[in-house]
């Protein structure tokens, strides 16, 4: 499928490849980050040097095409497809116009026998063989090329595809001694794991129709996935006071939300969407001061509203991500207040809400 053993050059095949590959990639990064598209070189520290030569080898090919050639070097190298797709997950996510994240498989000598080149987006991978090489330089150079090959050429838009239709690349196979993994989206963290806790806070208003003055206040979540791509999720917050006044005295609302919802997440580059069903419980403290006498009192009540919630999530490094959204809620169980009989604050027939916060993922740590 892949001809990698011609040194690709300047050929017009080779700008041509290029300008497709960046055209497929930059367009949705760019509305995430203005940094310059970058392919990531990871180091093992198995052959000291080895990686710095490859990527200087790579930087004169691919610096002139606007695309900068980095080195990571990861706490441990990865040593399974899911390992080096959870990398190139994470190191797209800090900068989210990595075009590639490519390495190598060694043998009980240290020298090389695979290549391994992930596209971040999809998680497309594959695994190429190399042939052993007489010397280091040769090693070197054979790798540069191949990834000069695979980067400019077909392979990473042909990885995305391929992921993107639910099929494993050729070159993506597990070594016999590993389980399977089980066919779904790809897991979200650095290293492949399943995200298991995310907590998060922000600040959240609502217009209670047909009241006339918008409340908001502070709120936290906390969501346990079931999967990567279901989260279920728990908030608990404060949206303020309301107030109203006539005649017959002044009636104010303090109002503690409880809400529950399941969203599906769906990821869109780096950035995800998330929509679902919500369920919210208000906790309302109601104090009614009436015009004439001292009599005031307190009482506590309980509302109940649902409808759905959708929600956009934007990256950032360590594992954060800005979180904004809006939901609409229709009250099923809820009263009127007043005083002696008289209404003076109205039930809600649907509530509008928006919010803003900042969510981070304590399932990588």
Do not use: C
């Amino acid at each position: 499928m892949f001809d990698f053993s011609t040194p690709a050059t300047g050929s017009a095949r080779t700008a041509s490849g290029a300008a497709a590959v960046l055209l497929l990639w930059l367009a949705p990064a760019a509305a995430v980050a203005q940094d310059l598209p970058r392919v990531v070189i990871v180091d093992d520290g198995e052959v000291p040097a080895a990686a710095g030569e490859v990527a200087d080898r790579l930087r004169g090919i691919l610096e002139p095409l606007g695309v900068e050639v980095d080195v990571h070097t990861p706490g441990e190298p990865p040593a399974t497809s899911s390992e080096w797709t959870g990398l190139a997950r994470r190191l797209a996510a800090e900068r989210p116009a990595t075009l590639a994240v490519a390495g190598w498989l060694r043998r009980e000598d240290g020298s090389p026998r695979a290549l391994v080149v992930v596209e971040p987006v999809r998680g497309g991978l594959a695994e190429i063989p190399l042939a052993a090489a007489d010397t280091e330089t040769e090693g070197n150079e054979a790798l540069a090329r191949t990834l000069e090959a695979g980067i400019l050429g077909e392979l990473l838009p042909e990885l995305r595809l391929l992921a993107a239709g639910s099929a494993r690349p050729a070159g993506d196979r597990e070594p016999a001694d590993t389980e399977e993994e089980p066919p779904g989206p790809a897991e979200p963290d650095a290293d492949g794991k399943a995200a298991l806790l995310f907590i998060g806070g922000g600040y959240t208003g609502e217009y209670p129709h047909p009241q006339e003055r918008p409340i908001h206040g502070p709120f936290l979540w906390l969501s346990v996935p079931i999967r990567p791509w279901l989260l279920p999720t728990l908030g608990l917050g404060w949206l303020g006071i309301e107030r109203a006044e006539d005649a017959a005295g002044e009636v104010s609302a303090h109002r503690l939300p409880a809400s529950l919802s399941v969203r599906l997440r769906l990821e869109v580059g780096a950035a995800a969407f998330a929509a679902g069903p919500a369920a919210r419980l208000d906790t309302v403290f109601v104090r009614r001061a009436p015009a004439e006498g001292d009599e005031r009192d307190m009482v506590a009540d309980l509302e109940l509203h649902v409808g759905g919630l959708v929600s956009l999530h934007l990256p950032l490094p360590g594992d954060f991500e800005v979180i904004v959204g809006a939901a609409v809620l229709a009250t099923v169980m809820g009263d009127d207040y007043g005083i002696d009989g008289e209404r003076i604050l109205s039930r809600s027939a649907v509530r509008l809400s928006w919010l803003a916060g900042l969510g981070w993922n304590l399932g990588s740590r």
